[in-house]
């Protein structure tokens, strides 16, 4: 239950409220289960408090400080949390259908099993927000920023991505909405979009000091003839997360150029892209003075993978690069997408 002395200062309102807590700065406000519905609450200081089980139905909780807050089971039916701040704040089980949180800062905010149905978040901060098993249906997502959200298991339907002056679009994934709305109504990101399937190549390799003249040189005759180069150098060991990087960009691109020179790394990338990338073509390069690893024989047998190039020294690869490395995986694309 409420701390009944914290019960009654908080219902004479925000400035009594902050001003005692400026006086009191080590207690911890305690006012669970209590019942706050309607009450003007705004600019209140609530950080770290203990709202567990509070009915703040309709409250006003404008650019409110609610940092580190408990308010596990909390009902928020229509409140107005607009510009405030929640970061941290437990809201386990919460019940927030129809909130208002616009503008709110909901980093590292926890939501697990909480009801959002009919919230607007529009223009909300979502990073590292936690979002298992909640309920998002309906919710006005309109210029959010979210980064590694936690999702599992959350019920996400319905999320309108568009702004209230224009027509309805709603999409079912949070995370990919401020993609879509990109795609949608920003023409460079399309020709973005669209420039990574025709121009971008990859280049994979393991491309030493010694032999970054290479790595110049590949990149350089890509941008010649119209290409946008994306490299990764495996220097050093790659984690999972790393190798997703590049079977995603993988494919994002025309055609890859695998150096399998000093392959020390390059076979655990290619392990993961090739057996999948059937639009994609391989094109590897290779010094004569070197052979190819044993496991690469097996890749034979994909027809997205061609022909070894193999070149003696840098003038020789610039000699003949687009003869022998671009025009092979320029006709192979062709043959795959029929573009």
């Known amino acids: 239950m409420a701390n009944q002395e914290h019960l009654d200062i908080i219902k004479q309102g925000a400035e009594v409220w902050n001003a005692w807590r400026v006086a009191n700065p080590d207690i911890r406000p305690d006012i669970s289960l209590a019942d706050l519905t309607g009450a003007d609450l705004r600019r209140v200081n609530l950080r770290g408090a203990n709202l567990s089980g509070a009915i703040l139905h309709e409250a006003k909780l404008n650019e409110a400080n609610l940092i580190t807050a408990y308010a596990r089971k909390a009902i928020l039916y229509q409140t107005d949390l607009s510009m405030a701040d929640l970061t941290t704040t437990d809201l386990t089980s919460a019940d927030l259908t129809k909130a208002t949180l616009i503008w709110a800062n909901l980093s590292g905010t926890h939501f697990t099993r909480a009801r959002l149905t009919g919230a607007n978040l529009s223009g909300a901060i979502l990073i590292r927000t936690d979002f298992q098993q909640a309920t998002l249906s309906g919710c006005r997502i309109y210029g959010i920023s979210a980064w590694d959200l936690d999702l599992e298991g959350s019920i996400q339907e319905n999320l309108v991505i568009t702004p209230g002056d224009q027509p309805t679009i709603t999409v079912d994934n949070l995370e990919v909405a401020q993609f879509i709305y990109l795609l949608l109504n920003n023409e460079k990101i399309r020709d973005v979009i669209d420039t990574l399937g025709k121009k971008a190549v990859l280049i994979l390799g393991r491309f030493t000091p010694e032999r970054k003249a290479i790595l110049d040189a590949i990149r350089e005759a890509l941008r010649q003839n119209g290409y946008l180069p994306i490299l990764f150098d495996f220097e050093k060991p790659v984690g999972r997360d790393f190798t997703s990087t590049v079977e995603t960009l993988a494919r994002l691109s025309r055609f890859i150029i695998a150096d399998l020179s000093d392959p020390r790394s390059i076979p655990q990338e290619l392990a993961s892209v090739i057996p999948h990338l059937r639009t994609v073509p391989i094109q590897p390069i290779l010094l004569a003075s070197q052979s190819e690893y044993a496991m690469f024989g097996d890749y034979r047998a994909y027809p997205w993978v061609l022909a070894t190039h193999h070149y003696t020294d ?26």
């Open 314 to 339: 840098l003038t020789d690869l610039l000699a003949a690069f687009k003869e022998r490395v671009i025009d092979p995986a320029e006709k192979k694309a062709y043959e795959l997408t029929g573009r």
